[in-house]
């Protein structure tokens, strides 16, 4: 009998490839650069209700390299217009307050299993099952906020080099609810979001089980959709072509054996993507806090920021010969037994093994009187060695 999985899963299968990202032409590399430039002289975000002010250090970790390249391809590379919805973007976090949404708030919504983030397609893209059959709850801006919340969840699992998810609906009706179809206001609300504010995110929407009435809810809502992300809809077409079986929920024709059971999937769901985004913070820290740093830098996949090697760096420094005698006055190493022959020598302490530390700033170690205890010097192989810089934060995807 096979195993029963009730948490998320953690990678891609190995044979799950995410496609090559296309090479930036001349043209397209100006148009970005000057965004960029764009977006570091920004003095403050403007937003109502008090909370106008100054970029903060997790706005600027947001605000990636590939961040600024999706707003600009969802403007057919107009500058001034994808200048225009980034600033527009923050000011909706803000007052929308997406970065104080929390597992506790959102928990009743998801309580049935309406939404889940299972599994990645055959590019590596985080898959995020809709269940509108498992509906619980009347309309309300608490639903919206809910896929709100599991955008973000999404976005933070997502791999190495992956920046698009993979949405599967399966608008299945079930004993509690019969029409699985969400009404218009809501949808157009929760379109506007998506196209707004989570630009070129959708890689792919496989849909089955579809209704004569969801039908008409589509053609409905049709003229809301972009033109590229009509393409991207795949209505009852086997999902196993674009998602492993072995990753692909039986619910929605897969070999994956899942249950939902919300009081052991809901904090293992938070737990991991806690982890992984901090993982990924750390690492922006750790590369100079750039505005316009790499994703690949972020999640791993290079060693190497948008600022170098040197501040991607995160060990401590070794010490110079000159510096040999210098150490934190606080930190006095233990001493061998006395040699008598031996001429004294002052003595140094190990450098710290947290990562990234600063330097600390040196303070001369007086002069050990003759009755001082001599210490040998240390061997090569036994000083302290640094931390990689690719070691710190180290996405686990």
């Given at each position: 009998?096979?195993?029963?999985?009730?948490?998320?899963?953690?990678?891609?299968?190995?044979?799950?490839?995410?496609?090559?990202?296309?090479?930036?032409?001349?043209?397209?590399?100006?148009?970005?650069n000057w965004?960029?430039?764009?977006?570091?002289?920004?003095?403050?975000?403007?937003?109502?209700e008090?909370?106008?002010?100054?970029?903060?250090?997790?706005?600027?970790?947001?605000?990636?390299?590939?961040?600024?390249?999706r707003?600009l391809?969802a403007?057919?590379?107009?500058?001034?217009?994808?200048?225009?919805?980034?600033?527009?973007?923050?000011?909706?976090?803000?007052?929308?307050?997406?970065?104080?949404?929390?597992?506790?708030?959102i928990?009743?919504?998801?309580?049935?299993?309406?939404?889940?983030?299972?599994?990645?397609?055959?590019?590596?893209?985080?898959?995020?099952?809709?269940?509108?059959?498992?509906?619980?709850?009347?309309?309300?801006?608490?639903?919206?906020?809910?896929?709100?919340?599991?955008l973000?969840?999404?976005?933070e699992?997502?791999?190495?080099?992956?920046?698009?998810?993979?949405?599967l609906?399966?608008?299945?009706?079930?004993?509690?609810?019969?029409?699985?179809?969400?009404g218009?206001?809501?949808?157009?609300?929760?379109?506007?979001?998506?196209?707004?504010?989570?630009?070129e995110?959708?890689?792919?929407a496989?849909?089955?089980?579809?209704?004569?009435?969801?039908n008409?809810f589509?053609?409905i809502?049709?003229?809301?959709?972009?033109?590229?992300?009509?393409?991207?809809?795949?209505?009852?077409?086997?999902?196993?072509?674009?998602?492993?079986?072995?990753?692909?929920w039986t619910?929605f024709?897969?070999?994956l054996e899942?249950?939902?059971?919300?009081?052991?999937?809901w904090?293992?769901?938070?737990?991991m993507?806690?982890?992984?985004?901090?993982?990924?913070?750390?690492?922006?820290?750790a590369?100079?806090?750039q505005?316009?740093?790499?994703?690949?830098?972020?999640?791993?996949?290079?060693?190497?920021?948008?600022a170098?090697?040197?501040?991607?760096a995160?060990?401590?420094?070794e010490?110079?010969?000159?510096?040999s005698a210098?150490?934190?006055?606080?930190?006095?190493?233990?001493?061998?037994?006395p040699?008598?022959?031996?001429?004294?020598?002052?003595t140094?302490?190990?450098?710290?093994?947290e990562?990234?530390?600063?330097?600390?700033?040196?303070?001369?170690?007086?002069?050990?009187?003759?009755?001082?205890?001599?210490?040998?010097?240390?061997?090569?192989?036994?000083?302290?060695?640094?931390?990689?810089?690719?070691?710190?934060?180290e996405?686990?995807?």
């Open positions: 009998m096979a195993t029963v999985l009730k948490v998320p899963i953690a990678s891609p299968t190995p044979d799950s490839q995410p496609k090559p990202q296309a090479a930036l032409t001349a043209d397209q590399k100006e148009k970005y965004l960029l430039e764009q977006v570091k002289n920004w003095k403050e975000v403007p937003a109502t008090g909370k106008a002010g100054p970029l903060t250090d997790r706005e600027k970790f947001w605000l990636t390299r590939e961040c600024l390249l707003y391809r403007t057919k590379w107009n500058q001034k217009e994808a200048e225009k919805r980034v600033l527009g973007t923050l000011t909706w976090r803000r007052e929308y307050g997406v970065e104080d949404l929390t597992a506790d708030q928990s009743p919504e998801n309580e049935t299993g309406k939404q889940i983030i299972l599994g990645y397609d055959k590019e590596g893209r985080v898959c995020h099952y809709l269940n509108p059959g498992r509906q619980n709850t009347e309309a309300s801006p608490r639903q919206v906020q809910h896929l709100v919340f599991m973000e969840r999404v976005i699992l997502m791999p190495p080099q992956v920046e698009t998810l993979s949405l609906i399966n608008f299945k009706s079930s004993k509690s609810r019969s029409n699985t179809a969400p218009i206001g809501l949808a157009r609300e929760v379109l506007n979001i998506l196209q707004n504010h989570y630009p995110r959708l890689g792919r496989l849909i089955i089980n579809v209704p004569w009435i969801v008409g589509f053609k809502i049709t003229p809301f959709i972009d033109p590229l992300t009509r393409e991207k809809l795949k209505f009852n077409e086997d999902m196993k072509k674009y998602v492993p079986a072995e990753q692909l619910e024709n897969g070999n899942f249950d939902y059971d919300h009081a052991t999937y904090p293992a769901l938070q737990k993507c806690a982890e992984k985004h901090e993982a990924k913070y750390q690492r922006w820290v590369g100079g806090q505005i316009g740093e790499l994703e690949d830098f972020i999640t791993g996949h290079a060693e190497v920021g948008v170098g090697p040197t501040a991607a995160t060990s401590a420094p010490p110079t010969p000159a510096a210098l150490v934190p006055a606080a930190e006095p190493e233990a001493v061998p037994a040699a008598p022959a031996a001429a004294p020598v002052p140094t302490t190990e450098a710290s093994k990562a990234p530390v600063p330097a600390p700033e040196a303070v001369a170690v007086a002069e050990p009187t003759p009755a001082a205890a001599p210490v040998e010097e240390k061997n090569e192989e036994e000083k302290p060695k640094g931390v990689a810089p690719t070691e710190i934060g996405a686990t995807a």
